[in-house]
Structures are given as structure tokens and as C-alpha cells.
Nanobody
Framework: QVQVVESGGGLVQAGGSLRLSCTAS????????MGWHRQAPGKQRELVAV???????NYADSVKGRFTISIDNSKVTVYLQMNSLKPDDTAVYYC??????????WGQGTQVTVSS
């Protein structure tokens, strides 16, 4: 089974930046896409950004222009560069990997807290 591990979360002041990383490891033929979701207290989990192995991206409207997702296929690692952070960005961020065309693995989550 594929293991997905996130890192890079932490505390930052509003207007600051963080870079999240997520690495997938294990047995798989190929990674189709990787992405990030987040869940704030009392709210449903929502899509933040996703990227295919070919480099196509999709972002939530709330983060467009501030967040950038990228992927390093050789390292099987996806990054989320978060700039101009707002208190509303505070959430647990979860990494997801779609592999072998139809399987999904999720990480344990990393906490991002933005203070005002």
C-alpha cells in the first residue's frame, strides 16, 4: 500500500508564507495526480489544489493567486507554496495521491495556523 506523508505545517502570521511537502512511497505503477485538501474546525473538508503528473493544475477559488502547487515526479513529491496567508487558511491540510488509475491514499494531515 502507498504511504503518503506531509510536512511543512506550522504557525505563521497573516501575510506570511509556508511551503508544504508531501511524498508518496510504496508499491505502485504510476502516480496519476496528487493534491491537497484542508479541513477547518466545524467545516467540511475541501479541495485546495490538485496537480496531475503531466503538470495540469486546479485550484480552489479562495486560494487562486496565492497558492502554487507543483510536483517532482522523480521524487514522487508534491509541494504547496502558500503565500499571503490569511487566518481563514487555518486548517489541517491533507495530501492525497491518485495512483494506478483508480486507487487513492491519504496522509495524516499537517496543521497550518495563521494568526492575525
Amino acid at each position: 500500500q502507498v504511504q503518503v506523508v506531509e510536512s511543512g505545517g506550522g504557525l505563521v502570521q497573516a501575510g506570511g508564507s509556508l511551503r508544504l511537502s508531501c511524498t508518496a512511497s510504496g508499491r505502485f505503477n504510476n502516480i496519476n495526480a496528487m493534491g491537497w485538501h484542508r479541513q477547518a474546525p466545524g467545516k467540511q473538508r475541501e479541495l485546495v489544489a490538485v496537480i496531475t503528473s503531466g503538470g495540469n493544475t486546479n485550484y480552489a477559488d479562495s486560494v487562486k493567486g496565492r497558492f502554487t502547487i507543483s510536483i517532482d515526479n522523480s521524487k514522487v513529491t508534491v509541494y504547496l507554496q502558500m503565500n499571503s496567508l490569511k487566518p481563514d487558511d487555518t486548517a489541517v491540510y491533507y495530501c492525497n495521491a491518485r495512483y494506478n488509475n483508480y486507487r487513492d491514499s491519504w496522509g495524516q494531515g499537517t496543521q497550518v495556523t495563521v494568526s492575525s
